[in-house]
């Protein structure tokens, strides 16, 4: 999908100097990244993390998908929006953010939920999608979209003072329904359970560098592995997620 690559302009080699002297990136990777189209679902906690740090990067295209808009209670996790944005559609607050600190990226803007159909439509041409939602079935809806068009599907979620990710829809790798073969009966909100702002933060950011080894082909990848935060006791732990012969979703049998 990265056809159509163009050259570095001397600003953007100027913006991008930290990355052009690391060596699993230099200017043929830079170059990958302003190729590349990646679809966020979600502009609030995490997705902030993740349009911040994916266009911070010169990820050339990036596709925005909330229906909501921006309340006060969401400022104390979702820092790409701000009080002057207050009552404005989120994905319409992030534009603005991304286009002011990075006027290089070009964004679309989505305001409607995220389905398997309007997943299709939006997700055509993308290298892969990233989820910053909180919704299981938004997440299905991900993974299918992901299955149909074979790109992959950048998982992340947070409850509380614990977060968890991993890199699903890959070639013989697990999908989203490997492990969680149907969402859970009952499940506490954000605002019931409540969350430590700097959680999705982190394990955003985290999506964003997995996002951009998968474009760069960056090896190890998660693929086959769920990595899960703990703040309370700033810990990592990973935990084997195998390919689900009997998944309805990606089984082949």
Same mark, same amino acid.
């Given at each position: 999908?990265?056809? &159509?690559?163009?050259?570095?302009?001397?600003? /953007?080699?100027?913006?991008?100097?930290? @990355?052009?002297?690391?060596?699993?990136?230099?200017?043929?990777?830079?170059?990958? #990244?302003? !190729? =590349?189209?990646?679809?966020?679902?979600?502009?609030? *906690?995490?997705?902030?993390?993740?349009?911040? @740090? +994916?266009? =911070?990067?010169?990820?050339?295209?990036?596709?925005?998908?909330?229906?909501?808009?921006?309340?006060?209670?969401?400022?104390?996790?979702?820092?790409? @929006?701000?009080?002057?944005?207050?009552? /404005?559609?989120? %994905?319409?607050?992030?534009?603005?953010?991304? @286009?002011?600190?990075?006027?290089?990226?070009?964004?679309? =803007?989505?305001?409607?939920?995220?389905?398997?159909?309007?997943?299709?439509?939006?997700?055509?041409?993308?290298? #892969?999608?990233?989820?910053?939602?909180?919704?299981? /079935?938004?997440?299905? !809806?991900?993974?299918?979209?992901?299955?149909?068009? *074979?790109?992959?599907?950048?998982?992340?979620?947070?409850?509380?003072?614990?977060?968890?990710?991993?890199?699903?829809?890959?070639?013989?790798?697990?999908?989203?329904?490997?492990?969680?073969?149907?969402?859970?009966?009952?499940?506490?909100?954000?605002?019931?359970? &409540?969350?430590? *702002?700097?959680?999705?933060?982190?394990?955003? !950011?985290?999506?964003?560098?997995?996002?951009?080894?998968?474009?760069?082909?960056?090896?190890?990848?998660?693929?086959?592995?769920? +990595?899960?935060?703990? !703040?309370? =006791?700033?810990?990592?732990?990973?935990?084997?997620?195998? %390919?689900?012969?009997?998944?309805?979703?990606?089984?082949?049998?």
């Amino acid at each position: 999908m990265m056809c &159509g690559m163009s050259r570095l302009t001397d600003r /953007e080699r100027e913006r991008y100097a930290r @990355h052009l002297s690391l060596p699993p990136i230099g200017e043929d990777g830079q170059e990958r #990244l302003k !190729a =590349a189209r990646v679809l966020i679902v979600g502009l609030g *906690g995490l997705g902030s993390s993740i349009a911040l @740090h +994916l266009a =911070a990067a010169g990820v050339g295209r990036l596709a925005l998908v909330d229906p909501d808009v921006v309340t006060l209670s969401n400022l104390q996790r979702q820092v790409i @929006h701000g009080e002057a944005t207050l009552g /404005e559609a989120k %994905v319409e607050s992030a534009r603005s953010r991304l @286009h002011d600190l990075n006027d290089g990226v070009s964004v679309e =803007a989505f305001r409607e939920p995220f389905t398997v159909g309007s997943g299709r439509r939006i997700a055509a041409g993308c290298d #892969l999608i990233v989820d910053g939602t909180d919704s299981f /079935e938004t997440r299905y !809806a991900m993974n299918d979209v992901c299955l149909d068009l *074979g790109i992959p599907y950048v998982y992340g979620a947070v409850f509380q003072l614990e977060g968890q990710m991993s890199l699903f829809c890959t070639k013989d790798g697990p999908c989203y329904r490997c492990l969680f073969p149907e969402p859970p009966s009952s499940v506490p909100t954000a605002e019931e359970a &409540g969350i430590l *702002g700097a959680v999705p933060g982190t394990i955003g !950011a985290l999506q964003a560098i997995e996002a951009i080894k998968w474009i760069l082909g960056i090896e190890p990848c998660l693929i086959g592995r769920l +990595l899960v935060f703990d !703040a309370q =006791a700033m810990r990592f732990e990973e935990i084997a997620v195998a %390919v689900n012969p009997a998944c309805p979703s990606c089984s082949q049998a």
